[in-house]
T-cell receptor, first 112, second 117 residues
Framework: AQSVAQPEDQVNVAEGNPLTVKCTYSVSGNPYLFWYVQYPNRGLQFLLKYITGDNLVKGSYGFEAEFNKSQTSFHLKKPSALVSDSALYFCAVQDYGQNFVFGPGTRLSVLP | GAVVSQHPSWVICKSGTSVKIECRSLDFQATTMFWYRQFPKQSLMLMATSNEGSKATYEQGVEKDKFLINHASLTLSTLTVTSAHPEDSSFYIC?????????????FGPGTRLTVL
């Protein structure tokens, strides 16, 4: 069975500092990995995905993620955090049946 | 990109009533759609897979008779919460896949917040 772990419930970072939101996964085959962001009472907004190719994936709003097969990780990063980045972030893996398995989510708070 | 809409965006109902939530793919066809439920401060959990022209597939622990799913057309799936109770209060999100380059990207609706009094 596929699973996704986000070891941190909450990440706090000062505005302008780099941020990292961690994600590890467990899949039986090649992983399709995603990051989504959710603002209060809103649906999911797509940030980026890894399907194949370069391990460093660049996405929306200046975010990027690095696929590390040996560590089964797909950490989300941003060089300089903005207060507006404060939201709930979900890592997800897509299985062959097309549906998603989501991690528990990490709440990011960027402090001014 | 592709757009998925949901209606209503929020609904408040009395206990014992039924509520219908619509999920539409606006500019593409989807033979399959997915329904998720999200409780406060928790992750999204897959409830069921909606299949156009056939019965929905429910995840373990999800009551079929309580959460009725109808995939009426290639652009519309509906979720009806029957005889709703306060514990059904949640954020319901649908998604639809669009095949691109050999794999299927999912597009999520904006969600529907259901509050049962």
């Amino acid at each position: 069975a596929q699973s996704v772990a986000q070891p941190e419930d909450q990440v706090n970072v000062a505005e302008g500092n780099p941020l990292t939101v961690k994600c590890t996964y467990s899949v039986s085959g090649n992983p399709y990995l995603f990051w989504y962001v959710q603002y209060p009472n809103r649906g999911l907004q797509f940030l980026l995905k890894y399907i194949t190719g370069d391990n460093l994936v660049k996405g929306s709003y200046g975010f990027e993620a690095e696929f590390n097969k040996s560590q089964t990780s797909f950490h989300l990063k941003k060089p300089s955090a903005l207060v507006s980045d404060s939201a709930l972030y979900f890592c997800a893996v897509q299985d062959y049946g097309q549906n998603f398995v989501f991690g528990p989510g990490t709440r990011l708070s960027v402090l001014p | 990109g592709a757009v998925v809409s949901q209606h209503p965006s929020w609904v408040i109902c009395k206990s014992g009533t039924s509520v219908k939530i619509e999920c539409r793919s606006l500019d593409f066809q989807a033979t399959t759609m997915f329904w998720y439920r999200q409780f406060p401060k928790q992750s999204l959990m897959l409830m069921a897979t909606s299949n156009e022209g056939s019965k929905a597939t429910y995840e373990q622990g999800v009551e079929k008779d309580k959460f009725l799913i109808n995939h009426a057309s290639l652009t519309l799936s509906t979720l009806t919460v029957t005889s709703a109770h306060p514990e059904d209060s949640s954020f319901y999100i649908c998604s639809a896949p669009l095949g691109l380059a050999g794999w299927n990207e999912q597009f999520f609706g904006p969600g529907t917040r259901l509050t049962v009094l």
